[in-house]
Nanobody, 131 residues
């Protein structure tokens, strides 16, 4: 049984920082790319960032590039999202997800940036940025 558990969300003022974690179990973590998505009320789930199975390649949405950093520790089966310079428009529920294909990496958001690329999802963690 694959499980993904996010943590680290909370309330922060604009300009502040948060670090999200995603703890994975039930799958050989190091064989799968991982991603972060977010969903604000009334909006569709949108891509935030993705990282290759080895951690050497990353991909970001334009809206977060330069402010967010995705990383992973395969020894700890954990992925992270460091979020800096947060804006009110970053307010959303943040989800982590694991790629459905083993050892896949594509440098385009048309592949790694779509929810259908991923098969297991966490329950989400709320991030609220106040102005």
């Amino acid at each position: 049984q694959v499980q993904l558990v996010e943590s680290g969300g909370g309330l922060v003022q604009a300009g502040g920082s948060l670090r999200l974690s995603c703890a994975a179990s039930g799958r050989t973590f190091s064989r799968y790319a991982m991603g972060w998505f977010r969903q604000a009320p009334g909006k569709e789930r949108e891509f935030v960032a993705a990282i290759s199975y080895g951690g050497g390649n990353t991909l970001y949405a334009v809206s977060v590039k330069g402010r967010f950093a995705i990383s992973r520790d395969n020894a700890k089966n954990t992925m992270y999202l460091q979020m800096n310079s947060l804006k009110p428009e970053d307010t959303a529920v943040y989800y982590c997800a694991t790629d459905r294909a083993i050892r896949r990496w594509d440098t385009t958001t048309s592949a790694m940036g779509v929810p259908s690329t991923y098969d297991y999802w966490g329950q989400g963690t709320q991030v609220t940025v106040s102005s």
